[in-house]
């Protein structure tokens, strides 16, 4: 069973798709539960202390806003974590904030610099396109059991 | 500053979403109480959530997707349900997050197709599918988008 990080990592879709086929998908859910079932000072609503944007210079460099740095320690360990990685081109949910946008631009950059078999696709608009969706999926999935 | 002390430590919580039309939330949330045994279950309306060991999660799932494979949508959920931090009760308005269920929704009858379709496909033809392109609109050439402006 693969470490398989998934973008956008609150996606529904892909979370469901890579447990089908076997593997377990690295999505936020994981660290921000990580973070809250942690003791320590009250901080909500996700339990960010001022210690996290210090741990995330570790992914992005002094001068990069404490936002993006703060949500690197969320995602950070994940990618280092992953075996593999599919990401969404483009995707329509991932909008926010500037601080969310330059992150998930950081994590795209992260995964597609990271040595690890990577899939990258777009969300179907068509029941065809989600065939092919599907079996691009099915297929990289499977082929990671291979490796 | 005040400490803070975690509630529900090690357990985990996933969303249960269905979009069928054979089974309802209800239905979802019913089955999954039959053989809870302890396990902390919400009823929403898009499904349940889930809440209790891995193990006694994984139990409930498996179970509940056996009612609709191709249907039913699982992930997990950082938060345990009725979180005064995320739970609508006590923050009032809409919950951030389900903008992105809601989108994800949506396309799900698109995967709910595409997972039944690759499930009567050979090893051959999966390859060949999931190795066609899928025609996109093409981006806005710069020079034409430079020679409008300068139309300007």
Redesign the interface.
Known sequence: MAKVFIY?A????L???V??FGHQ?L???????E?????????????ITSDDPQYGLKWAAVEVPSGIRGRMSLYGPLVEEADAAIIIDEP???FGCMGCARTNELLAFMLREKNIPRLE???????E????????I???LKNLERQ | MKPYVPQYVGTITKYVFVDSPDITPQDIATAAYEIAQGIMIKETCFGCQITGSPEDVERIINHLQKLDPYRIYVKDRGFPPGDARRCRADLGGARPGYLGHEYEMDLARYITYGLQETDRMTNEKLKITADQKVPRPEMLDIEILESLMKEE
Do not use: M, W
């Open positions: 956008p609150t996606s529904l879709i979370s469901t798709l447990t089908r998908p999505g936020s859910a994981i660290s921000i539960r973070h809250i079932q942690t003791p320590g000072f009250d901080s909500p609503p996700i339990q329509d949910l991932a696709l777009n969300y179907p608009t068509s029941k396109e989600g065939v092919t969706f599907v079996a691009a099915k297929e990289f």
